[in-house]
């Protein structure tokens, strides 16, 4: 396993299922601007007017023009058919109940502007993923995203002037900045 970080900003993103693991997975995607369809002969939650749904079962060729799909329904004759459909048209897909058919899984992620940390058992312990982000959380600080901010503005000042960032010691300048108050960033 690779652990990657995609931007699905404006990315249309399906999930089968309308419970309430489904409803997890879809606020995570839509807080990262994805379009997000929903494909459920029910709706167990509210689904918000951000999502397009689609009351109804899956049926092949549904996944057509979507680049990630998220099964969550509990089925097993409609997860097969649905990997099956994302392997032939070569979409990353997860099953949230089954590690064994994703090609990706979430993980426990902790933000703070720019950083992001994120925690993985591979899919077979989230709740110990949780746990884990949880106290790395509490030994970070708390003004993370406000250094990677400051750090962003002057790699760009760097770059206006036509220098590299490449040879310069941020490791000594990322130490500075950690052990600032906050109001100084």
Wanted: proline share 4%; aromatic share 6%; hydrophobic share 45%.
């Amino acid at each position: 396993m690779i652990p990657l970080a995609f931007h699905l900003s404006g990315r249309k993103v399906l999930v089968i299922g309308a419970g309430r693991v489904a409803e997890a997975k879809w606020k995570l995607l839509l807080d990262e601007g994805a379009v997000v369809t929903v494909i459920s002969p029910e709706a167990l939650v509210s689904i918000p007017d951000a999502v397009t749904y689609l009351p109804r079962r899956y049926h092949a060729g549904d996944l057509d023009g979507f680049v990630l799909v998220i099964v969550a329904v509990g089925d097993n004759v409609v997860n097969a058919a649905v990997v099956a459909e994302a392997q032939q048209r070569g979409i990353w897909i997860n099953v949230v109940d089954n590690p064994s058919l994703c090609d990706f899984y979430f993980t426990a992620v902790h933000r703070d502007g720019d950083v992001v940390i994120s925690v993985s058992s591979s899919g077979s312990a989230p709740a110990l993923a949780q746990a884990i982000r949880d106290r790395i959380r509490l030994l970070l600080p708390r003004h993370l995203g406000e250094v990677a901010a400051t750090l962003r503005r002057e790699r760009d000042l760097l770059h206006a002037e036509g220098q590299s960032t490449e040879d310069f010691s941020w490791r000594e300048r990322i130490e500075e900045l950690l052990t600032e108050p906050k109001a100084r960033i």
